[in-house]
């Protein structure tokens, strides 16, 4: 079942008497400001509002497909973009498929009006409202919606690329002194590169989104009072890329170390069992000398015996104490 809300600012101060029905009479006065939001809505009603409107059809399309990537498109009457925010799964749940969880918004930017499309509810619009708020977004038109949207999204980027760092320092730690399984360490960082895969997926082109929107201000004669909000903006975009990129070679050298870790503790075990091995095969070969069926000083006798025992333990001593000091025991 959709769900649409929306509100509607006249004059900068916001209205109550918001009706879905009323969007294109408010978008033609030039001092109302619109937002309307529409969560799992149906082709026909998305469809109707675009020819209402006077969306692109192949934007609309764009809106409700099923997998979509990150990109901004300006057409004649409007912009389109998609954005994914990112939710972070609580540290210790080990058992969680994935760490991180992509929200997925996309929006139409329409001179006096702002339409969000939500496939699904999770990405709550609460946080961009208040967003709103702080900003006075009634104050300097769309483009203060647009950013509050773009702004939240962001910041859910740079708590997603905090917390694979926090991670990749609790593994940097496990890598050496070896206290998690093996098991589940190449589990965790498996998870980690999986993540973080998806968080660059739709981390680094929003810096295209970015700037594309803005140019598409600055072409329309925007107010410059929000120049430094998407100045501030892109710096944090540029900021998660290359925070972003430095965790991708932090994760594969930690992989690589992790190998190399495995070969030199397998190296070592070798050496240990061939060593072990050299030792084990002095008594075998006295035994088997001594066992022959023809005689030899000593055979049969108990002095013999003990004489064979005697060289048994010195070789292997000798060996022991030999290997011991190449560090191969």
Known sequence: MPKIEGRVWRFGKPQEDFVFDDVSDYLDREDALVWVDLCSPD???????????????????????????????????????????????????????????????????????????????????AQVNRRWEEIG????????????????????????????????????DELFDGSSPRG??????????????NLRRVALPMREVVNSIQHHRLEVAAPRELDPLYADLYDHVLRVSEWTESLRDMITTIFETNLSLQDARLNTVMKKLTGWAAIIAVPTAITG???????????????????????????????????RRRDWL
Request: charge should be negative; glycine fraction near 6%.
């Open 43 to 125: 082709h026909d009603t998305l469809c109707g509002l675009a020819e209402e409107l006077r969306l692109n059809h192949w934007a609309v399309e764009d809106a409700v497909a099923a997998a979509e990537r990150v990109k901004a498109t300006a057409y004649s009457t409007h912009t389109f973009f998609t954005v994914y925010a990112v939710d972070v799964t609580p540290e210790g749940a080990d058992d969680a498929p994935r760490m991180l969880s992509m929200r997925r918004v996309s929006a139409f930017v329409l001179p006096r009006g702002l339409i969000t499309v939500r496939l699904t509810p999770d990405f709550d619009m």
């Open 137 to 172: 977004a009634q104050q300097y038109g769309v483009g203060a919606l647009v950013h509050g949207l773009l702004d939240v999204v962001v910041d859910s980027h740079f708590a997603a690329v905090e917390a694979l760092d926090d991670c990749v320092e609790a593994i940097e």
């Open 184 to 197: 589940t360490f190449q589990r965790r960082t498996f998870r980690m590169r999986r993540d973080l895969v």
């Open 289 to 323: 000398f001594y066992g022959q069926n023809v005689p030899y000083p000593g055979f049969g006798t108990v002095s013999g015996f003990a004489a064979s025992t005697t060289v048994i333990l010195v070789f292997m001593a000798v060996l022991y104490v030999m290997f």
